[in-house]
């Protein structure tokens, strides 16, 4: 029989590999089993593979061409290595998975020391899809559990089936774990023992497990995880035969928090090939089934944990919970030990909460308590009593708010009852001040327009023409009418545009009854023409000779012009801009 080699501790290439990639157990394992066999087939270490590698790789004086060369790829021992490897799994029958392990073990040791690595050999991998017929069913785990030969490995099924923890995980549990687990389960100054929970029905307690899975560890991936109050009860149960063993055994009958939570009869951890042989031995009580692979039993660990992730994942839809912040997390993921997808493991941390009564995460796993009993169990609202005396405390909190609300409100309404009365009698006020500043205003247009009356009749008695034509009634219409409109503003300049105006009105009266002053001249484009040119042209002569025109004297030119422009309208003839200058000139030096 050959000596099998740790390779891993006694090779300095591979060992150093390890070290470095920080390997766990069980691939440093696989590497073992892997470097055994090559060795056994081509007598090479790994190290002495590394050099072989290595040579064939770097350029040689080739004695035929003299010339450098290279050993091309497919030519190298290290190739060759890798398919006699390949040949001698395939007549072994292995499966596709475990010949790739192996042929990727024997091409890690390549990659790492820069060895220019063959090209993969294709595999035949299938990744069947899994349904409902290929995962062992709750039917076939209720008979497993017939057929346990004791309380620890009902125990230890229904713990794995409820929970979804992986092996290696609840292999290294203590009882320390489980304490931890019930804290909340525990009153307040109470001790928190092992003896003292153990005095709890277990049918009312639902402990919460929370972990950094051992195969995920390194990634800090967190574990929360709950177990049925049906596994709570076979755990109590084993716990209880576990003291019991010990008593007849002449010891104290205390197991300690350090003590594993299933233990051997040495009190030391279950290793790996007992939780396997109790799972080889269920699955031979229930006729040697087997997977749909036809490989592996249908009840192993994998499978019940299998069971537990797909029965949450298919009845989550089926449980009404208030959502909250771990809502938006992925739960299957979180009770699984897995990353949520599109997570980062910090927005996990940040969304689960402290374990209570109340917790999300609590609330969801009690709504599925019925989904995952192997028998039919009734799911208690278990609560402490000093969670009970606060919930008391909570509620006359709350009837206290609510008649404080009830009266703030009412104080409110009375406030804002008060406010609207001092509002509108405000309004009222305010209403009423309005009307006299209305008035007032008013009064005060009137005396203006009064004054403004008084001020045109001053200004218009002397005027020529007003008093052979008899314009001063119509002045003043004319300036009420302008004052309606709004457009009225008493100065020298308007008194003498609403003589203009009269004069005009004076002489187009009784020429068309329907047709008005305005309207007229508006329509008659040549005295618009005329009157434009005769009166810019004078603007533009006083502001050439820069003289300065009395009040007296620019009435009376005002009056010539206005008379020439009505003459030479009447006669449609032409400006005498002459004229206009000697008259404007004559009075200015004459008065």
Known sequence: MTTKRKFSETDPKLSMMIQRRNLKKGTIKAYDITFNEIYALFNKTPSEIVTIGRREQKPYNNKETGLPDIIELEDRTVTQYQFEYHKYLKEKDLAPKTMKLKLDCYRALLGEYDIDRPKPIKLDIKTDRIRDKDIVSWQEIETAMSFCKGIR????LSFFVTTGLRSSDVRRLKISALIEACDIY???????????LLSKNPDDIIPCWEMMPKKTDPKSQLCVTFNTPEASNYLWQYLNDRIERNIKKGEDGIIYPDEPLFATSTKNHLRENAVEKLFQRLNDNLGGRKDKNGKFGRVRTHSVRKLFSTTVRRNLTQIVVNSDKTSEIDIVSILTGHVPPNESNAKVYEAIEEDSHDSYLRKVYT???PYLSIQNVEVKDVKTQ?????????????KQLEAQAVSMQREMDRQ???????IQQIESVNSALSTQVTDIQKQIDTINHLNDITRIQDYIADNDLVKEYGLASRIVDLYKEDMEKGIASVDNSYMDTLITRAYNHSLFEGQNEFITEEEYIEEDELYLQ??????????????GTNVKVSDAQSKKINEKLQEHLVETWKQKGKVDHKYISDTINDIILNG
């Open 530 to 543: 005329l009157e434009h040119e005769i009166f810019s042209g004078y603007d533009s002569l006083l502001r």
């Open 386 to 398: 000093q969670y009970k005396d606060l919930e008391e405390q909570n509620q006359l909190l709350q």
């Open 416 to 422: 804002k009852e008060q406010y609207e009365k001092k």
């Open 186 to 196: 525990f009153e307040e100054g109470e001790e928190k023992t092992l003896e003292t």
């Open 153 to 156: 490995d009902k125990a230890i």
């Open 367 to 369: 709504a599925l308590v």
